[in-house]
């Protein structure tokens, strides 16, 4: 099994020649700090923030919840904020990297490799894509040579949902119950599943999909989240008409 230090996070370099010229054109920076990445690093992390993420990653450990624990890797807001939102709402696919990167450090810091078998993405309802669903996303490039078994199709959202970055807290947990379905074609009883999030806000909507997997029989379920964000701050609203950038 591939090692979470193997995961390349501060070593892939692309060389080609149009992604140096792109890079030279529209060079990347750091999401966080906003410094030059180095040329063609994918992630758009620098090392002074990758050790930042190893040191300030959040871990959620809630009562009556169907999870072990969720982890998240940044906070939701800044140069962050509207890098996820260029994420989710302009098609800025190649971020991918950078938050599975981010999510990797985080596995890399808790050591559970050989614990998941599994790694699955909250998912979102078909009439919503965009063109991509931002959280699969993230959970295929996690699963890249990782020994996680990827299934991207595990949940299905059967509602389409009004944003839940419009409502409140308690709006929230009554909106999401019933919202998710599992693919019956898959069998997951006695396995350990990794859920990937893009952003941890309430915690409800992967507690629904942890309800979900456990009453479906996953033994032990993790949600791993890129951002989190404080419902009370300034920077929660997930709005693309928000972006500052
Ligand atoms: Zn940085």
Known sequence: MKKSTDYNIQYEFNTSFSEV???????KKCIICACRSPLGRKEALCDDCIGAIRRHSMNFVEPDRHFEEAIAALPYTGTIRDAMIRYKFRGFEYLKHTFAAAIAICIEKHSFDDEYDIICPVPIHYLRHRD??????????????SGFTLIPDLLIKTKNLIPLSTMGYAMRQASVEGAIDFNLNYDIIGKNVLLVDDIYTTGSTADECCKILAMHGASKVTVLAACFADMKGDDYHADADNITV
């Open 21 to 27: 010229l792109s890079d030279i054109f529209w060079p």
């Open 132 to 145: 991509y669903n931002q959280s699969a996303l993230i959970a295929e490039e996690l699963a890249k040579g």
